[in-house]
């Protein structure tokens, strides 16, 4: 069993950065993949980034390539999630994922095991 929590959340304007973190608990999260989604108002849930067990690779949606970063510290148990160039369309709640195959993730597959609560960023212009 995982359980998951994200921090890091907040206010910040346009063209700012913030860096979210998931700290996990459980020893199985070091060999799981692990993603990032989001959820804006009256919109559905969102694709962000995915990063495999090992972080040896990455996979971003398109809405934010080349702005987001996912990592993680598996001796932390931790994942992140750098966040640069925000814009207001990056308003939503972010949620840290875990599970599911990392083929399955860059094929628009999203059926992960565990979820985290969420944490809200809100971007102003």
């Known amino acids: 069993q995982v359980q998951l929590v994200e921090s890091g959340g907040g206010l910040v304007q346009a063209g700012g950065s913030l860096r979210l973190s998931c700290i996990a608990s459980?020893?199985?999260?070091?060999?799981?993949?692990m993603a990032w989604f989001r959820q804006a108002p009256g919109k559905e849930r969102e694709f962000v980034a995915a990063v495999t067990w090992s972080g040896g690779s990455t996979y971003y949606g398109d809405s934010v390539k080349g702005r987001f970063t996912i990592s993680r510290d598996n001796a932390k148990n931790t994942g992140y999630l750098q966040m640069n160039s925000l814009k207001p369309e990056d308003t939503a709640v972010y949620y840290c994922?875990?599970?599911?195959?990392?083929?399955?993730?860059?094929?628009?597959?999203?059926?992960?095991?565990?979820w985290g609560k969420g944490t809200l960023v809100t971007v102003s212009s």
């Open positions: 459980g020893r199985t999260f070091r060999f799981i993949n």
């Open positions: 994922a875990a599970g599911a195959q990392y083929s399955d993730l860059i094929r628009g597959r999203y059926d992960m095991d565990y």
